[in-house]
């Protein structure tokens, strides 16, 4: 079945530093979602990504989409203590339902 | 809109009980899914439905777990007998359109089995 794969699992930084998050399919996808997830809270949809290549700037958050449609990446810029959660990618291929990520829980050290 | 409505919030109950977990999509959206999120393994998906048919309950880990969608603004997930193992918190997530369209989930449900 299809498996969607992400690194790291675990990341701290300072205030500051950048911050990026990868997202691998088993199976190619037709798109991939991104979803925040606040501690103590649930997972909130962030962005979709559709096209081969694609990218997508939100503020600080750029989210990148391969050129295969297997991959995708979530970084970012400058990091601030708002950005604290875990962040998920989710594609969607042949099954066509969402399949989760296992999430990078992101610390931001003040 | 108030969003997916999950109730209980919080539930605590003895091993062997029954427990009924609720959901209330979010009106028009004909797509409704059951997760369960523990720090071993994640966010599973456990069954979902479209148009209240289940479609797929193949992550439904055993017998013990059961769910329904009688009509378009509610759906329940069942255990019973509740094992320690089944503690979590559970999701309730509703799309609207295609399955694989922008997933609103509810505040979920945090159950601890003792």
């Known amino acids: 079945g299809q498996q969607v794969m992400q690194i790291p699992q675990y990341q701290h930084v300072q205030e500051g530093e950048d911050f990026t998050t990868y997202c691998n399919s088993s199976?190619?996808?037709?798109?991939i979602q991104w979803y925040k997830q606040r501690p103590g809270g649930h997972p909130v949809f962030l962005i979709q990504?559709?096209?081969?290549?694609e990218v997508k700037k939100q503020k600080r958050l750029t989210f990148q989409f391969g050129e295969a449609k297997k991959n995708s990446s979530l970084h970012i810029t400058a990091t601030q203590t708002t950005d604290v959660g875990t962040y998920f990618c989710?594609?969607?291929?042949?099954?066509?339902?969402?399949?989760f990520g296992s999430g990078t829980q992101l610390t931001v050290l003040p | 809109d108030a969003g997916v409505i999950q109730s209980p919030r919080h539930e605590v109950t003895e091993m062997g009980q029954e427990v009924t977990l609720r959901c209330k999509p979010i009106s028009g959206h004909n797509s409704l899914f059951w997760y369960r999120q523990t720090m071993m393994r994640g966010l599973e998906l456990l069954i979902y439905?479209?148009?209240?048919?289940?479609?797929?309950d193949s992550g439904m880990p055993e017998d013990r777990f059961s769910a329904k969608m009688p009509n378009a603004s509610f759906s329940t997930l069942k255990i019973q007998p509740s094992e320690p193992r089944d503690s979590a918190v559970y999701f309730c997530a509703s799309t609207k359109g295609q399955l694989n369209t922008e997933a609103f989930f509810g505040q979920g449900t945090r159950l601890t089995v003792v």
């Open positions: 199976t190619t996808l037709s798109n």
């Open positions: 990504l559709v096209k081969s290549g």
């Open positions: 989710a594609g969607s291929g042949s099954a066509r339902q969402l399949t």
């Open positions: 439905f479209n148009n209240n048919v289940p479609i797929d």
